[in-house]
């Protein structure tokens, strides 16, 4: 070959994007002119391979099918092209066709089925390999790993080192994506197996291998492991350093991870990220605002991560104020539209109590994630708008399971039971996976009709599916009983059950209160307490709602007291409703209307119900007229008002009075409600 023809060959191999195509395709003309395609089979090759580089493969398909000679090299240009372009169909007709396969054939075909997360076709082809290679088991472990299928992933490796005389087990890549399938699984023993497989056999510890290791480790909370596999390190890059702080901290150890931290002079954003999240994952949100400043201080540049977990920390300390400063600041550094940050706000701006907030970003926004959508459904719910959360469920082009369970809740919540109950019928009928929150939702959307049939049955199916030890399921039924009248029951399934945290014993002091056992609500609670389990808000809901129901007067008073002064929980609303309502029945009506006056907040229509009801029990004609005309003022169409208010009238025997009362209903065209019942045939 002489020097011309050399020179056009380099030519050639220069041409590897769309923008050469046109020079490509002058050389062509020129190979054909001087008769070159026919003769030498490489340049016939080296122009297939230019028109895959430049993205032609209509000019590449001409070529191969005029080609009059066809090698491996050939064959397989044309296979990868059509991989890599996405038509997968044409590259299996190719590779079906194709005379004399060889590794690479193979290798190409199993890796691009794999990284297009087609697992059956992946698996089958390389079924069906006559010798697997480091490539092509890396290629299916990864795909596995990738694709949530972990647990296949390390049973694949398992298969690969069954045989001691084959050295792929060894390949580092594959080492590293297995020990990341671990990590996924939190396999700390499995992890474990196979670093110490790695110091037998004396593999080279790479800084990927390395990184998987320290990442494992961490996250499968053994942080001194990772410090040890890092300590080894000549040179550890920022990825194991952050991952050893992030497992540092996920063990609530932040002096070690912070130590870490530290060892490094010039940390970088991912460094910054990991302490940062680390200190909001441990409650020390003030912390981590701290280090955020510093961070901002020493010119290094937040991403997403850092103002997703700054904005975790404002939403954890309830701060609205600094929530809406890093929505400006975020707007200011052009992250806005990043669903991250978006998604961080809207869950933020519902946190701190602004609703509202997170309604008009959602609507600013141009980008929408599965994620963000699913927090939305969340807020529109927690806000009455449930019309709005359904809207958001039926355009979701991709639901997740969180998804669904999310719009069982809402439903479920916004007195839409049947809707609730009907979602998880499609469910079943789409034959989608169904967890332990989808099962717990719709128990409670029993619950909330009384269907104790229809909740037992859901009962039966997370026995089914072996769910029917899980906290969350027993707790579910225990609030199905007792909503049903079926305390006793609720009890038994109660004292059963695990109960490691305060939602259980909530549920069941709940039920207690609502179905009138004060006294067994307050055993109850000495035995929650005894237990160790620091009650909450809800917890004195309960409580005071029992006392409420049964008029112990002065244990709900001494425990509304208790609640501020020994448990740090300031009352909401709730707990001033039973304690008002509980003083109310009572005839305390002096101290109902005390109570009222020094509260923090205005007393709403319901509370100012409450006291009515005291006055007509205990005919207090001058209170009962005043509070009825405070009610009236702020919710004028309250027929229960007048019609307590009448009845105050006429049981003291001002029978003129009542009269006028009813007349004066008449005249504003305020209709009483009409009572009614229903039952659960």
């Known amino acids: 070959m002489d020097l011309d023809l050399h020179s056009l060959a380099r030519l050639l191999q220069s041409c590897n994007t769309h923008r050469w195509i046109h020079q490509?395709?002058?050389?062509?003309?020129?190979?054909?002119?001087?008769?070159?395609?026919?003769?030498?089979?490489?340049?016939?090759?080296?122009?297939?391979?230019?028109?895959?580089?430049?993205?032609?493969?209509?000019?590449?398909?001409?070529?191969?099918?005029d080609m009059p000679e066809r090698n491996c090299f050939s064959w397989n240009t044309m296979i990868e092209g059509c991989m890599k372009s996405g038509n997968k169909e044409r590259s299996m007709q190719l590779f079906d066709s194709m005379p004399h396969k060889n590794e690479f054939s193979w290798n190409v075909m199993v890796s691009g089925f794999a990284k297009a997360g087609?697992?059956?076709?992946?698996?089958?082809?390389?079924?069906?390999?006559?010798?697997?290679?480091?490539?092509?088991?890396?290629?299916?472990?990864?795909?596995?790993?990738?694709?949530?299928?972990?647990?296949?992933?390390?049973?694949?490796?398992?298969?690969?080192?069954?045989?001691?005389?084959?050295?792929?087990?060894?390949?580092?890549?594959?080492?590293?994506?297995?020990?990341?399938?671990?990590?996924?699984?939190?396999?700390?023993d499995c992890g474990k197996q196979i670093h110490a497989r790695i110091v037998i056999d004396e593999v080279e510890c790479d800084s990927v291998l390395s990184s998987s290791l320290i990442h494992?480790?961490?996250?499968?909370?053994?942080?001194?492991?990772?410090?040890?596999?890092?300590?080894?390190?000549?040179?550890?890059?920022?990825?194991?350093?952050?991952?050893?702080?992030?497992?540092?901290?996920?063990?609530?150890?932040?002096?070690?991870?912070?130590?870490?931290?530290?060892?490094?002079?010039d940390p970088c954003v991912v460094l910054w990220n990991s302490i940062i999240s680390g200190y909001v994952y441990n409650n020390e949100e003030i912390e981590a605002l701290i280090f955020f400043n510093q961070m901002r201080r020493n010119g290094v540049q937040e991403d997403s991560s850092t103002l997703s977990s700054v904005l975790s920390a404002s939403s954890s300390l309830g701060t609205l104020g600094h929530g809406k400063q890093m929505h400006t600041y975020a707007c200011k550094v052009g992250l806005i539209d990043d669903v991250i940050v978006a998604s961080a706000l809207v869950d933020g701006y519902s946190k701190c109590g602004s609703p509202y907030d997170a309604c008009k970003l959602f609507n600013e926004l141009k980008y929408y994630d599965t994620i963000l959508l699913n927090s939305m459904i969340t807020v529109y719910s927690n806000c009455g708008k449930i019309e709005d959360a359904k809207c958001i469920f039926k355009m979701m082009p991709n639901k997740s399971l969180i998804s669904w369970n999310s719009m069982i809740v809402a439903l479920s919540q916004n007195g839409c039971a049947i809707?609730?109950?009907?979602?998880?019928?499609?469910?079943?009928?789409?034959?989608?996976?169904?967890?332990?929150?989808?099962?717990?939702?719709?128990?409670?959307?029993?619950?909330?009709?009384?269907?104790?049939?229809?909740?037992?049955?859901?009962?039966?199916?997370?026995?089914?599916?072996?769910l029917e030890s899980d906290q969350i399921i027993r707790t579910s039924l225990v609030d199905l009983y007792c909503k049903c009248g079926f305390v006793d029951d609720g009890r038994k399934l109660f004292d059963g059950m695990m109960k490691s945290d305060e939602i259980s014993w909530n549920t069941m002091l709940m039920g207690y209160a609502t179905n009138g056992h004060g006294i067994e609500a307050l055993n109850l609670f000495t035995e929650m307490r005894q237990a160790g389990v620091r009650p909450t808000d809800i917890t004195f809901t309960a409580i005071l709602s029992a006392c409420d129901h049964c008029g112990l007067v002065e244990e709900g008073q001494k425990w509304f007291y208790t609640m501020k002064s020994y448990y740090h929980i300031d009352p909401g609303i709730e707990q001033y409703s039973c304690v008002v309502d509980l003083f109310a029945r009572a005839g305390c009506l002096e101290e109902a209307m005390n109570l009222i006056e020094h509260m923090p907040f205005e007393a709403d229509a319901s509370m100012w119900s409450s006291v009515l009801r005291g006055c007509v029990a205990h005919g207090d004609k001058t209170l009962g007229k005043k509070v009825a005309e405070r009610i009236i003022k702020l919710d004028p169409e309250n027929s229960g008002a007048y019609v307590q208010l009448s009845s105050v009238f006429a049981n003291s025997g001002d029978w003129e009075r009542s009269a006028q009362i009813r007349s004066l209903m008449r005249d504003n065209q305020i209709q009483k409600n009409p009572g009614y019942s229903w039952a659960d045939c």
């Open 118 to 188: 087609e697992l059956e076709i992946a698996r089958n082809l390389f079924n069906d390999m006559p010798n697997r290679n480091a490539v092509a088991w890396n290629s299916m472990i990864h795909c596995y790993a990738r694709n949530g299928c972990a647990r296949e992933a390390v049973k694949l490796f398992k298969d690969l080192s069954l045989n001691p005389f084959d050295v792929l087990y060894r390949d580092t890549f594959i080492l590293a994506t297995v020990i990341g399938a671990c990590s996924d699984l939190a396999a700390l």
């Open 419 to 466: 809707e609730a109950l009907d979602l998880l019928c499609e469910m079943n009928r789409l034959e989608l996976r169904m967890d332990k929150f989808s099962l717990a939702s719709a128990i409670s959307a029993c619950a909330s009709i009384s269907s104790l049939e229809l909740g037992e049955q859901l009962f039966a199916r997370a026995t089914v599916i072996r």
């Open 216 to 265: 494992m480790y961490g996250k499968c909370s053994d942080p001194d492991s990772a410090n040890h596999v890092l300590n080894k390190l000549k040179e550890p890059d920022d990825f194991s350093l952050s991952a050893l702080i992030s497992g540092y901290a996920n063990c609530g150890r932040m002096n070690d991870a912070r130590r870490i931290f530290d060892s490094k002079s």
């Open 24 to 65: 490509g395709r002058q050389l062509h003309l020129l190979f054909l002119k001087k008769g070159l395609l026919n003769s030498t089979l490489t340049f016939g090759n080296r122009l297939l391979q230019m028109y895959v580089r430049c993205g032609s493969l209509s000019d590449a398909w001409k070529l191969f099918k």
